[in-house]
């Protein structure tokens, strides 16, 4: 939302959630409480993630595999 400034980890899984395929099967109405579900949901129950691709933001086999993670899990509670 206008300003309402994300950091580059929010971000990054954001865009690797739609790159992916992510939200294919998420109705269009319901993509930015999705994304502001997604982001809450990472903050409390993978900041060390977040904390990390902010440290270091790259694109790596492992920033990858964590943010996959963080969506699948994130998608398995259904809570957007």
């Keep these: 939302k206008q300003y309402q400034p994300l950091t580059v980890a929010e971000m990054a899984l954001t865009l690797f959630a739609v790159n992916e395929g992510f939200l294919d099967d998420v109705p269009v109405n319901k993509i930015v409480d ?12 993978n ?4 904390d990390g691709i902010n440290a270091k933001p790259e694109y790596s086999d492992t920033a990858v595999a964590d943010m996959k993670n963080v969506i699948e899990a ?3 509670t259904g809570t957007y």
């Design 34 to 45: 999705f994304e502001t579900s997604l982001h809450a949901f990472a903050r409390a129950n």
């Design 74 to 76: 994130f998608k398995k």
């Design 47 to 50: 900041k060390a993630v977040l």
